[in-house]
């Protein structure tokens, strides 16, 4: 059985399984950019008070692999408290997690490390509030973050496999069901990389695109 | 007129400026000198009110900025680009070419004057080959020059200028302080922090020298030659030795 045989006779269950991945991504990515990018914002207005308390739980994340801070969310955490919550809602808010804190760096990192004397320029030549934020800062912040951030989200794609783990039926498990069932690692795995292959590369194609069209060797000579 | 009164700064509790008072009449060039490490740039910042300074008071054209500023309270109204400068660093904004670079506060006074003044500042500055380059693609002499266009293309009344010719060929040199010479006649006043102090003797109405954070002496041109305090006349013996 070749590799299209399976991809023939397997599409349902790998698209069931696609399916539950891109759900996940998207939740992750949403809360991600959504509430990590406010969290960067507003770490890097008030660096006390939220950047603080942002960046050690980012640190103390950075140290835990991603495995691990699945199971005992989905083990220990959930015997603990005594309740029992859907895989794929515990894989999702583990995975969100991360994804806030990684983007809430990211962003916080920007803006605390804005060239001031950009500022200073657009002060002394009398750009407004507005002009200062939307010509200058916006733009040059994004120029900055966007290589990162899409690298990041590309990689929390590949790390919804982990969910496959505690049960979720995403594309892996699905793979995953179809082994056992007709034990052909070699084409099914092939087969699952295909499916990969056909996400990511539009995504980091997107990102390169953007890097290319946005971002700028700014280094000067 | 742009006039400091008692002006004070320190930096971690070192003093960098102590008493200095200031006059810029508009239409004339004062040219402050003196070593490095002198308050020389802290008092165009103060003065540019960037850098707010700890004690004193600045008056532009009558109206008052008195320091130490309330704790939350913000200069009003602005006084930029009526008064503007242009840094040793040049600041200019990376991700847009050097016309836009001019162009985008021009436009915020008369946008139409903007796109025919930058066609007679590319045509003064010889900018035609680079002008649609990023900052990072031109030359520091280049970038000067473009910084220099997006202070004047403003018409500011005072305009604050930190050693804007020290990476300059003598050329460029020679045709930017011409230029600035020319601005007296459009009554801008000019504060600049050089050390060409043969531009200094020639178009200066006033010389300042900075030692110490202090304006150790002040006058027309003629105390180059003939300083009065030891200090001025050590300076300008070390500087005649090099030049």
Known sequence: ?221 | MLTTRGLGKSFGGKTVLRDVNVDIAPGTITCVIGPSGTGKTTLLRALSLLDLPDSGVISLDGQDYSFPLQQGAAITPAPWPKLTAVFQSLFLWPHLTLRENILLPARNIDAAKAEKDIEGLIAFFEMQGFIDSYPNQASIGQRQRVAMARALILNPRYLLLDEITSALDVEQTVKILTKLGHLKERNIGVFLITHQIGFARKSADQIVFMDGGTVAERGGPDILDAPKTARLQQFLSAVHEVY
């Open chain 1, 1 to 221: 059985m070749s590799v299209l045989d399976i991809l023939m006779n397997y599409y349902p269950a790998f698209l069931s399984g696609l399916w539950v991945t891109m759900q996940l991504s998207l939740i992750i990515w949403g809360s991600g950019i959504v509430v990590g990018g406010g969290l960067g914002i507003l770490g890097a207005r008030y660096r006390i008070y939220i950047g603080l308390p942002s960046r050690t739980v980012s640190f103390l994340l950075s140290g835990v692999p991603i495995l691990v801070f699945l199971f005992w969310l989905h083990y220990p955490a959930q015997a603990m408290f005594d309740v029992v919550i859907d895989p794929f809602y515990t894989g999702a808010f583990t995975l969100s997690v991360i994804n806030i804190f990684s983007v809430a760096d990211i962003v916080r990192g920007a803006l605390v490390d804005f060239p001031q004397q950009y500022l200073t320029a657009a002060k002394v030549t009398g750009l407004t509030r507005e002009q200062t934020i939307f010509k200058i800062q916006i733009p040059l912040i994004l120029r900055e973050i966007l290589p990162p951030l899409l690298l990041l989200q590309v990689m929390m794609l590949h790390t919804t496999l982990f969910t496959s783990l505690i049960s979720v039926e995403e594309i892996f498990r699905a793979a995953q069901r179809i082994n056992a069932q007709i034990y052909r690692p070699v084409e099914i795995y092939t087969a699952l990389g295909v499916f990969f292959l056909a996400v990511c590369l539009p995504v980091n194609g997107f990102a390169l695109w953007l890097k290319g069209r946005y971002t700028r060797d700014l280094s000067e000579r």
